[in-house]
């Protein structure tokens, strides 16, 4: 059992920087890949950005490299995402995930992760 709380969203004009936090409680946080996922008004929730459990290994949606940075910190039990040069295109709720199912590589599906977080809002104003 994993709770994941995320922190972090909040309102940035374009061109802005905002760094999301997730924070895990319960099982062993460094046992298990991360990952990070956006959902727009009616929109599905995709894919962001996921880091394997010893942060060495990192993948991101296209539309993000070269902006996003996804990292995790095991000691502190947390897993960031830093988002910069912000587009009004980013605005969405962005969820944590975890994948506890004994997984190495990180994934990118939704159906990949069992556990998420209530999400954090961001918004990016043009």
């Known amino acids: 059992q994993v709770q994941l709380v995320e922190s972090g969203g909040g309102l940035v004009q374009a061109g802005g920087s905002l760094r999301l936090s997730c924070a895990a409680s319960g099982r062993s946080f460094i046992s298990y890949p991360m990952g990070w996922f956006l959902q727009a008004p009616v929109k599905a929730r995709v894919f962001v950005a996921s880091i394997s459990w010893s942060g060495g290994t990192t993948r991101y949606e296209d539309s993000v490299k070269g902006r996003f940075t996804i990292s995790r910190d095991n000691a502190k039990n947390t897993v960031y995402l830093q988002m910069n040069s912000l587009k009004p295109d980013d605005t969405a709720v962005y969820y944590c995930?975890?994948?506890?199912?004994?997984?190495?590589?990180?994934?990118?599906?939704?159906?990949?992760?069992?556990?998420w977080g209530q999400g954090t809002q961001v918004t990016v104003s043009s």
């Open positions: 995930a975890a994948d506890l199912s004994g997984r190495n590589v990180p994934g990118i599906l939704k159906g990949s992760y069992n556990y």
